[in-house]
């Protein structure tokens, strides 16, 4: 069955960094694009980022972009977010999602997620 | 970017009734490209429904969808006790693919 894995969250000052990672099991890792949503506290669902399933395209929301890059390794399964210049507003749970196709934005996958907290 | 407004915002049922949960979009939506989602609790979401009325795989017959351009509505028949979540609309046919803000559906 398809599990994805988020680790690397935790409390980080502003200004700060932190990697995401997200191991992938279960599916053909290397034909799907993959997703980074993120959830503030008590708020609703965010798109963040997409990388194509050959790391070939990158995307972006607009409030991380220039201060997020998506990554992925096909030889590991996993699919990385690198975070810097990190923001009071970036607090979420992030989660990571298997496209339902190539590039649908339909999420028909996501893992338990991760939470990251910037706070001083 | 599309902004998707859910209505209502909290929706109180008991088992056994049928929830409609209605989702606009600012502008109209391309090729019926609607999704829903629903997260409970301290979980993460869970695809129901995609292209406004197509259930993903295992999902019951009792969630059904419909819709096109700016308005869409999803539907529980009969209420099971787990089906009381937050349901989210999710728009992924225009760049930035955006969510509505959510109903929640909670016993009453």
């Known amino acids: 069955q398809v599990q994805l894995v988020e680790s690397g969250g935790g409390v980080v000052q502003p200004g700060g960094s932190l990697r995401l990672s997200c191991a992938a099991s279960?599916?053909?890792?290397?034909?799907?694009?993959m997703h980074w949503v993120r959830q503030a506290p008590g708020k609703g669902l965010e798109w963040v980022s997409f990388i194509r399933y050959d790391g070939s395209n990158k995307y972006y929301a607009d409030s991380v972009k220039g201060r997020y890059t998506i990554s992925r390794d096909n030889s590991k399964n996993t699919v990385y977010l690198q975070m810097s210049s990190l923001r009071v507003e970036d607090t979420a749970v992030y989660y990571c999602?298997?496209?339902?196709?190539?590039?649908?934005?339909?999420?028909?996958?996501w893992g338990q997620g991760t939470l990251v907290s910037v706070s001083s | 970017e599309i902004v998707l407004t859910q209505t209502p915002g909290t929706l109180s049922l008991s088992p056994g009734e049928t929830a409609t949960l209605s989702c606009r979009a600012s502008?109209?939506?391309?090729?019926?490209?609607l999704a829903w989602y629903q997260q409970k609790p301290g979980q993460a979401p869970r695809l129901l429904l995609y292209g406004a009325s197509t259930r993903a795989t295992g999902v019951p017959d009792r969630f059904s969808g419909s819709g096109s351009g700016t308005d869409f509505t999803l539907t529980i028949s009969r209420l099971e006790p787990e089906d009381f979540a937050v349901y989210y609309c999710?728009?992924?046919?225009?760049?930035?693919?955006?969510f509505g803000q959510g109903t929640k559906v909670e016993f009453k």
């Open positions: 279960g599916f053909n890792f290397t034909t799907y694009g």
């Open positions: 502008q109209s939506v391309s090729s019926s490209s």
């Open positions: 999710q728009q992924y046919g225009s760049a930035p693919r955006t």
């Open positions: 999602a298997k496209d339902r196709g190539g590039v649908t934005y339909l999420f028909d996958y």
